[in-house]
Nanobody, 115 residues
Framework: QVQLVESGGGLVQAGGSLRLSCAAS????????MAWYRQAPGKQRELVAN???????NYQDSVKGRFTISRDNAKNTVYLQMNSLKPEDTAVYYC?????????WGQGTQVTVSS
């Protein structure tokens, strides 16, 4: 059974930082494409960043230079370091794993940035 467990969300002031973690089990983590998505109230879920099995990454334009996605294959964990947070970054952040074409989701963690 695939499980993705996010942690690290919370309340932070604008300009602050948070680091999200997603611990995966039940998948071949090192072969998986991992991603972070977010969904703000009243908006569609959107891709924030990808980390691919070949080590490449990509980011949504609005977070480039502020967020960093990384992964530790030995710990089956993907991270999202978020710096210079803005109120518009407020959302529920979801971990996503794609393994052999099947997508799996975590339960989400709330990030709230106050102005």
């Amino acid at each position: 059974q695939v499980q993705l467990v996010e942690s690290g969300g919370g309340l932070v002031q604008a300009g602050g930082s948070l680091r999200l973690s997603c611990a995966a089990s039940g998948i071949g983590f090192s072969l998986s494409a991992m991603a972070w998505y977010r969904q703000a109230p009243g908006k569609q879920r959107e891709l924030v960043a990808n980390s691919f099995s070949d080590g490449s990454t990509n980011y949504q334009d609005s977070v480039k230079g502020r967020f960093t996605i990384s992964r530790d294959n030995a710990k089956n964990t993907v991270y999202l370091q978020m710096n210079s947070l803005k109120p518009e970054d407020t959302a529920v952040y979801y971990c996503n794993a794609q393994y052999f074409g099947v997508r799996h989701w975590g339960q989400g963690t709330q990030v709230t940035v106050s102005s």
